[in-house]
């Protein structure tokens, strides 16, 4: 049939739609065929139709395996072991053998292991059949096979495996779980009967070219060759001539693909020589025995499901039953979560006439606009308009702290995502197609992309940060050794559920309703209602809640709001639109990509006496909150520890990148990272454990910080001491040392780290909130506050706040949303101070509503809530109160260095322990224990959940989440498929989580700490413990002392900084 394509899951040709703008009217789905779902086992193999699915594929290989003579089994238990780490179960359920074959894929993590086994395939057109063999000719070009464009695959034959023939398959992934392969592989021996010679050797490996590849002249070099040390060593000279890569090659990563090549074919070579000295152990031929320290090698990746306890402080006895301030109740709205229940922006039901909105961004990261050309466009079906600057009828100017932002690009572009217009249309599918079809022209401009481009033409922000502390110069000249440094910390894509959503609907008299997932209410309508023309009261903000934030909408949720506001006007019907997950990583920006380098001066025993550091974070193309986020950079250059003269220096890059903006953590991890970069090298230096030299450097009470915030009823050694007993970390480390002594090519590390974050916005007017409670005359109460409700719990806690004051239960107590015509002006749900803030606001309304109620209480003693709230309403008396609260002496002024930018710390210490393969780079989180204060917690469950949501984040930041751009500034990483997120398997196998006892904040609601940033440098345990383990594996080659080891500690890293004879071979 004329432009149809074939394909019985097209998952591939989705991909194809949406981002090479394909078109497919017609889909031809094969999976009922029944010709193409045959199963057939066979004296020699099995025949499996090409429409079966994963799933059930799996199935009848694991009951043909248990059937078999375990001899015949290789080829079947190496798909086996790669069906395992497959997609994910969902895809697994609906994708099929055939799909797979025939899509191409150069990482298609099953060709390599047929192609090594010598299966099969049975093709079929209207001119008969024929079978192909799957073999080195097989993938004609990139996605292109040896089937004639007529034929059809309908099933694929498996050989068994012979006596003598061993098989087996491996791949390397940023992520175990549901992750594409960076490079993959099929191998198969046969030896002549009763020998260790090789009779036949086929290799097969995907991701190391445009295609599925065999290295022929390695296999055939090897052939009649002893399997000895003699072989591997020229199979691997030989690979690693043979599988050569250029450093232009798509996807990058050259030297770790290279050396994956190799390493994979060494765990191969001690496997077979594993099962040889099993099967044929009473024959001469074989000489050797692999070493037990070499074991570990061949076991394949597995990990045990995660577990763990949670610890924490119960109530006091006595505390009445209703009264549920420090009891774990669950999330209010979990059920609603759990069921998909819960309503977000785009679950809102469509409003009649309602439009759709899709936007235009550039292409290009610097230029100028020549010519916008929209006119095929508006011919497409169901399009109404195009929007651009002209049609802005206020200011197009916009911005959170400066107005150096556009709500549409007039002359310039300033980088690749910048808005230039939107198309408004009657669906989504037609305003997505008709934008791809706006034409842009331009006149390119030199960009700027990389901190070390912006160092290079000194493009920075101004002003340029400083902080300092007692003499640096002779601090450095006291110390018995100085060592220097750097690190780079990648930026984070926040990736929160729900993508940036609006929905503006117009009203009489200039008004405007919008509904926004957005942690910024009044900040949207500020913007909305400066880019409109109007003023502020016109605009009404709602948000019932938002599918996460983690900063990511405190600011740059208005690009789309202010965007779809001017549609809304233009055309006078509501306008939504939400952006697809990768227009919102394109657009939006993330975390601060980091750049930090150390001079530090200590003594032989560990103490740190100097230290002066730098930061370059990527800013990106404005301000945003960047010049914010470096003050907190600097805030933290110390991490937990007293340095006696101290000196920070931070630069803002202004680049061509999308602007990079809050992220929970606020420039704390970036900050406090590169301090345990030093202190870890510090401790190398002096021949010390790092846990040693961390806990001698501590923060003590009474300890005035570079900025001068004295260190007030300070629990970090409490925390500390704590961790090291909970975790059992002393005995831990000696059963770590001996684990490595037993194992050369798996190595096990730990690391405990602390953390301190301050809390509060660091410019005091920032610091105040409001809230709104109603009483209404059946006794039901109304809790509106400023804060957002983006999953983490505010709103739960709330109402645990007034359900005390006011004394009554809280199913009594509803919080509807968030909305600028209840409470206005509220600061942004951020800086970890919802809770603070708002908690104290609904205090406040709350005891002016108890205060009210008083004398009727006292009147009619033994009254009901209900009978105090009517005789109150008889009696005329308000049952309405408004709160406010604004946190006492906080902020700082950096010019004149002055002022408190905090009003406490939260403390938290974390020991964890990792297993890395030193092969592949592939790592696993064994164990880890978190210990944390957070005062008199106001609900454990919520935060506990939020420490642990917290620390994942950070496994993320610190192990898994790359940004890569190409040199023009384009992201590569667009989307779940390039961009790897934690998933469950992530997650420690033991996780213990300790909420520290008896330590009360008097600086907070009821006596509670801030939680939702704290925990997350946490994660950077993970890290170290990474290092740690690096360390051993780098001692076995004799290299030892400090070594750079940049974040994300990626497989590659990590694989790359395990030096040893593989990396060597492989940079010759």
Known sequence: MQNSTLGAFCSSRCIEMKFKNKLYPVILAPAFIPEMNIICQKNDGISLGAACTLTRSTTVIQQVVAELQ?????????????????????????????????????????NPVYMAAGCKLHVASKDGTRLLKMDENFFR?????????????????????????????????????????????????????????????????????????????????????????????????????EMTLSSSTPGGKVEFRRTLAVSFFFKFYLAVLKKLSQNINNHNNVHEVISTRYTSATEPFCKDPSSGVQFFQAVPPGQYHEDLVGRPIMHLSAERHTTGEAIYCDDIPHFENELYLAVVTSTKAHAKIIAIDAEEALKMPGV???????????????????????????????????????IVADTQPHAQQAAKSVKITYEELKPIITIQDAIENQSFYQPIYKLEDGDVQRGFEEADEIIEGEIYIGGQEHFYL?????????????????????????????????????????????????????????????????????????????????????????????????????????????????????????????????????????????????????????????????????????????????????????????GLLAEAVRRMNLYSEGDLTPFGMKQENITLQRCWEECVIKSNYHDRRKQ?????????????????????????????????????????????????????????????????????????????????????????????TAASSGSDLNGMAVYNACQILSQRLEPFKQVNPKGTWEDWIAAAYFERVSLSATGFYKIPDIGYNFEKKEGQPYSYFTYGVACSEVEIDCLTGDHKNLRTDIVMDLGNSLNPAIDIGQIEGAFVQGLGLFTLEELQYSPHGSLYTRGPGMYKIPAAGDIPTEFNVYLLRDSPNNKAIYSSKAVGEPPLFLSASVFFAIKDAITFARAESGIKGSFRLDSPATPERIRLACADEFTTLVCI
Request: glycine share 10%; net charge neutral.
């Open 141 to 241: 070009g990139y996605r292109k096979t040896a089937l004639e464009p007529h034929e059809i695959l309908l099933s694929i034959e498996i050989p068994y495996t012979r006596k003598g023939e061993y098989v087996a398959a491996y791949k390397q992934a940023t992520r175990r779980d549901d992750d594409i392969a960076i490079v993959n592989c099929g191998m198969k021996v046969y030896f002549k009967d009763g020998t260790n010679v090789v009779d036949e050797l086929k290799l097969s490996y995907g991701g190391m070219a445009a295609i599925t590849v065999m290295p022929k002249k390695t296999c055939q070099r090897l052939i009649g060759r002893e399997w000895n040390e003699n072989l591997l060593l020229e199979a691997c000279m030989q690979l690693a001539e």
């Open 498 to 686: 729900e993508t940036q959503c609006t929905i503006a609907v117009p009203r009489e008299d200039g008004e405007m309703e919008l509904f926004v997932s957005t942690q910024d209410a009044a900040g949207t309508q500020t913007l909305v209602a400066k880019a409109l023309g109007v003023p502020a009261n016109r605009i009404i903000c709602r948000v019932k809640r938002i599918g996460g934030g983690f900063g990511g909408k405190e600011s740059r949720s208005t690009l789309l709001s202010t965007v779809v506001a001017v549609a809304a006007h233009k055309t006078h019907c509501p306008i939504r639109c939400m952006l697809d997950r990768d227009e919102d990583m394109l657009i939006t920006g993330g975390r601060h990509p980091c750049l930090g380098h150390y001079k530090v001066g200590f003594l032989m025993n560990g103490k740190v006496v100097s230290v002066d550091v730098t930061y370059y974070s990527n800013a990106g193309n404005s301000k945003d909150f960047s010049m914010s986020v470096m003050q907190r950079m600097l805030f933290h250059m110390d991490g937990t520890y007293k340095i006696a003269n101290i000196r920070g220096t931070g630069y803002a890059c202004k680049t061509n990148l999308p602007s990079n903006t809050a992220f929970r953590g606020f420039g704390v991890p970036q900050g406090m990272m590169l301090a345990e970069c030093w202190i870890n090298d510090v401790s190398l230096k002096c």
């Open 384 to 422: 109404i308009c195009f929007i651009s600057a002209k049609d802005v009828p206020g200011s197009n100017a916009t911005g959170h702290t400066v107005y150096d932002e556009t709500v549409f690009a007039e002359d310039l572009v300033t980088c690749v995502g910048h808005i230039i217009g939107a």
């Open 70 to 110: 375990d001899y015949q089994t290789e080829v079947l238990k190496a798909i086996l072991e790669q069906l395992q780490w497959f997609a994910g179960q969902q895809i697994r359920n609906v994708a099929t053998l055939g799909g797979n074959i025939m899509t191409a894929s150069p990482i298609s993590d099953l």
């Open 736 to 828: 770590i040392e001996e684990f490595n002594r037993q194992h050369r090519w798996k190595k096990r590390g730990m690391a405990i780290i602390p953390t301190q974050y301050g809390i509060g916005f660091t410019v005091s007017f920032m610091n105040q909130a409001g809230a709104l409670v109603h009483i209404y005359k059946d006794g039901s109460v109304l809790l509106t506050h400023g804060g957002t409700e983006m999953g983490q719990g505010l709103h739960t806690k709330m109402v645990q706040v007034a359900s005390r004051v006011l004394q009554i239960p809280t199913e009594k107590i509803f919080v509807s949303e968030t909305s600028t015509t209840t409470v206005p002006n509220a600061s942004p």
